[in-house]
């Protein structure tokens, strides 16, 4: 098993781009999570989801907006790339009975 | 105020030393306590939960004081492996949210 997978990596985005960061789990877990954290800082939860079709905002959703079609899959949708936005994004997943997260390994935007 | 504070240190310790971390919340209903360990550029990955008469797990303590409105990790004998930051995470009684502390860096040194 994968556990949570996310891609890409690494990005590089100009001011105004937009973007998708892939979030993809095999735990067949209903909820998901995209938390950003900045340098020194703790992780702040954009958006979560506690399964397919049922999305919600979490602390900074601001610029950002999801989707959940899938038990498996939960996209980040970046349209207008702003430098607040530098920072590593993790994916999470969490069982409904736990409050245990497990996290994808992130990805490193910078906006310049 | 931050709902769940830590000391971001660095902590340098060397090995084989006893070191210890607070961690402090706002909220007095928040009622579930995890410690997360992340390594550097890694994602964080859960080390314990916290427990009110406390719990350990081989060289590890955690401890919560909940009158005082803080929980505590112990770490005894360090090991160079031990070298990662520790987050701090309350369920907000709010929102039922993980809600994390800015991490407290702890470097062990040979």
């Known amino acids: 098993n994968a556990g949570v997978t996310q891609t890409p990596k690494f990005r590089i985005l100009k001011i105004g781009q937009s973007m998708t960061l892939q979030c993809a789990q095999d735990?067949?877990?209903?909820?998901m999570y995209w938390y950003r954290q900045d340098p020194g800082m703790g992780l702040k939860l954009i958006y979560y989801?506690?399964?397919?079709?049922?999305?919600d905002k979490g602390e900074v959703p601001n610029g950002y907006n999801v989707s959940r079609s899938t038990t498996e899959d939960f996209p980040l949708r970046l349209e207008l790339a702003a430098p607040s936005q530098t920072s590593v994004y993790f994916c999470?997943?969490?069982?409904?009975?736990?409050?245990?997260?497990?996290f994808g390994p992130g990805t490193r935007l910078t906006v310049t | 105020r931050k709902e769940v504070e830590q000391d971001p240190g660095p902590f340098n310790v060397p090995e084989g030393a006893t070191v210890a971390f607070n961690c402090t919340y706002s909220?007095?209903?928040?009622?579930?306590f995890f410690w997360y360990r992340q390594d550097c550029r890694k994602e964080p990955k859960l080390l314990m939960s916290?427990?009110?008469s406390g719990n350990e797990d081989g060289r590890f303590t955690a401890q919560l004081n909940r009158a005082s409105q803080y929980i505590s990790l112990l770490i005894r004998d360090s090991k160079l492996s031990d070298s990662a930051t520790y987050l701090c995470?309350?369920?907000?009684?709010?929102?039922?949210?993980?809600?994390f502390g800015q991490g407290t860096t702890l470097q062990v040194k040979p």
């Open positions: 989801s506690v399964g397919a079709g049922i999305t």
């Open positions: 735990m067949n877990h209903n909820y």
């Open positions: 999470a997943t969490g069982g409904q009975s736990s409050y245990e997260q497990y």
């Open positions: 995470v309350a369920i907000s009684s709010n929102t039922g949210k993980l809600i």
């Open positions: 916290v427990y009110s």
């Open positions: 909220n007095s209903a928040s009622q579930s």
